[in-house]
């Protein structure tokens, strides 16, 4: 199995700045897509940015230009860097694999969540 585990949320004013980091620990062979995911109350859990294995990326149209998602492949983790974070950034962000645990298995894990919240 795969698991994976988010650290870095907290409570940011606005226009200020926070890195999340989700590292994946587990029988791995490799690690396909990573990306960040978030779900503000009364709303749908929604795309925030992926980066696939070629290093490619997307964004939501409204975190473009704000916040860039990065990988360290050696670390099988993955890196959401957010900045001129907005009140309505605030959210619970996921983090979600596409991993290979063995050549032919292959599997979509979640981490658990961290709160991100931005207030004055």
């Known amino acids: 199995q795969v698991q994976l585990m988010e650290s870095g949320g907290g409570l940011v004013q606005p226009g200020g700045s926070l890195s999340l980091s989700c590292a994946a620990s587990?029988?791995?062979?490799?690690?396909?897509?990573m990306g960040w995911y978030r779900q503000a109350p009364g709303k749908q859990r929604e795309l925030v940015a992926q980066?696939?294995?070629?290093?490619?990326?997307n964004y939501a149209d409204s975190v473009k230009g704000r916040f860039t998602i990065s990988r360290l492949n050696a670390k099988n983790t993955t890196y959401l860097q957010m900045n001129s974070l907005k009140p309505e950034d605030t959210a619970v962000y996921y983090c979600?694999?596409?991993?290979?645990?063995?050549?032919?298995?292959?599997?979509?894990?979640w981490g658990q969540g961290t709160q991100v919240t931005v207030s004055s």
């Open positions: 979600k694999m596409y991993a290979y645990t063995t050549p032919f298995a292959f599997g979509e894990y």
């Open positions: 587990g029988s791995i062979f490799t690690i396909n897509a």
């Open positions: 980066t696939n294995s070629g290093g490619a990326t």
